[in-house]
C-alpha cells in the first residue's frame, strides 16, 4: 500500500492528511499527526470525502448537446470525442471574450478536485480567459 499525503480541498483551513492507495484505488484517510493545521484530526469530510473518485457515475466522457448531429441547445446529451467537445468550447469561449469581453466569465472551482486541478483552473481563467472572476465551492 502506498501512502501519499495531500492537502484536504474541502475547505481554506489547510488540513494535512495521507490517502491510503493499494492497486491505483484510494482506500482510505488519515490525519497527519502533528501537522500544525489540523495537529491529527479530520473532519468527516477529510476521512471520508475521497469515496466519490471510484464512483461508477462520474462522467469518463465529453457531452454535447446535439440535435440532428450537430450542437443545438434543444437537442439532447450524446457522447463525443475529446477533440469536437474542445473545438466547441474554444468557438463559444472566443465569441464570449470577442463580444462582451472577460469579464464576461466567472469560474466556481470544486473542492471534488484535486489542488493541482484547481491552480490550473484558476491559472487558466486569470492568464487565458483575463479574468480574475474565480471562486471555490469551500466559501459557499
Not at 111 to 127: L, M
Amino acid at each position: 500500500m502506498k501512502t501519499i499525503q495531500t492537502t484536504c480541498p474541502y475547505c481554506g483551513t489547510g488540513c494535512n492528511l495521507d490517502l491510503h492507495v493499494e492497486n491505483n484505488r484510494i482506500t482510505g484517510a488519515t490525519p497527519v499527526k502533528n501537522h500544525p493545521v489540523n495537529d491529527g484530526e479530520l473532519c468527516l469530510k477529510g476521512l471520508y470525502g475521497w469515496e466519490f473518485v471510484h464512483s461508477s457515475a462520474r462522467l469518463t466522457k465529453p457531452l454535447i448537446r446535439k440535435k440532428d448531429g450537430v450542437f443545438s441547445k434543444e437537442g439532447v446529451l450524446e457522447e463525443s470525442t475529446w477533440e469536437e467537445a474542445l473545438d466547441l468550447m474554444a468557438e463559444k469561449i472566443n465569441h464570449v471574450k470577442k463580444s462582451y469581453g472577460p469579464d464576461a466569465f466567472m469560474g466556481l472551482s470544486s473542492a471534488r478536485c484535486t489542488n493541482e486541478e484547481n491552480y490550473i483552473f484558476q491559472k487558466f481563467f486569470r492568464q487565458v480567459l483575463g479574468t480574475n472572476n474565480v471562486d471555490h465551492c469551500a466559501r459557499l
